[in-house]
């Protein structure tokens, strides 16, 4: 029973991220309409981790039910993309002026001051090293989340997070193509800087400032992103996005 148990939980798992990967890279359009009959074949594994996986998907945001149990991805207007922005940023400052307030010794920013260094060390994002820079940088994000100490907090992020665009790393790869890419790059890791500063000199209102500007920094990648049809390929789900539409 437990063996049979494991065995769905791992296929559930598979049709998760291959169904995740398929939405992202724009092998469905926006508007269009998946079945579980349908998947079923293309992910080689049997309905229920479909459905279940189309469920998820949909709870994720990424997907809409439809009728006949059927499912519709998602479409996303420019206003959708800048809101989950948006709102990320708001909840990432919450985060760190939370953690500038709620820090008990400097020693609990050993960790996060360690990531930064890495990161600092990584002078250009190239093809080799983007996907050391990305998890870096999502380390970053997450270490500064855990020093809020808010689990509310932290579901709340994780759930904005599934949105393709509203990641902190969702743009490394794509901004490292873009003009001005290594200014950008001298720019937020001057802010991961500014705002663990900030935390460590309890400055909450401070930190919550940056934290928000810094999110914002990825409103700016994406404008120019989208404007080059070689870079937008770069961004995760961006065929997902209706370019031009504010509504």
């Given amino acids: 029973m437990q063996h049979n148990e494991a065995s769905q939980e791992s296929q559930t798992g598979r049709a998760l991220l291959a169904l995740r990967e398929l939405l992202l890279t724009g092998q469905f359009s926006p508007g269009e309409h998946l079945s579980e009959l349908q998947l079923v074949s293309r992910l080689g594994v049997s309905r229920t981790p479909v459905r279940q996986a189309l469920n998820r998907l949909a709870h994720e945001g990424l997907l809409e039910a439809a009728r006949f149990n059927r ?51 990584i002078t250009h994002t190239t093809v080799d090293t983007f996907g050391l820079y990305m998890d870096l940088n999502e380390a970053f994000h997450a270490a500064l989340i855990g020093l809020a100490k808010s689990a509310m907090l932290f579901r709340s ?39 663990l500063d900030a935390v460590e000199h309890r400055q909450g209102t401070r930190a919550e400032a940056l934290a928000r500007e810094h999110a914002l920094l990825s409103r700016r990648n994406l404008e120019m992103a989208l404007t080059d049809e070689r870079i937008r390929d770069c961004v995760p789900g961006a065929s997902l996005i209706l370019v031009g539409s504010d509504r």
Avoid: C, Y
């Fill in 71 to 121: 499912f519709r991805v998602r479409e996303f207007t420019m206003r959708d993309v800048w809101d989950a922005i948006e709102l990320r940023g708001v909840l990432e400052g919450t985060a760190a002026r939370l953690a500038a307030e709620r820090l008990s010794n400097t020693g609990e920013l050993d960790e996060i001051r360690e990531l930064q260094t890495r990161m600092d060390a």
């Fill in 157 to 195: 992020i994780e759930h904005v997070k599934t949105l393709p665009f509203a990641s902190p790393s969702a743009l490394v790869f794509a901004r490292s193509k873009l003009p001005r890419a290594a200014e950008m790059i001298i720019v937020g890791q001057e802010q991961h800087h500014a705002i």
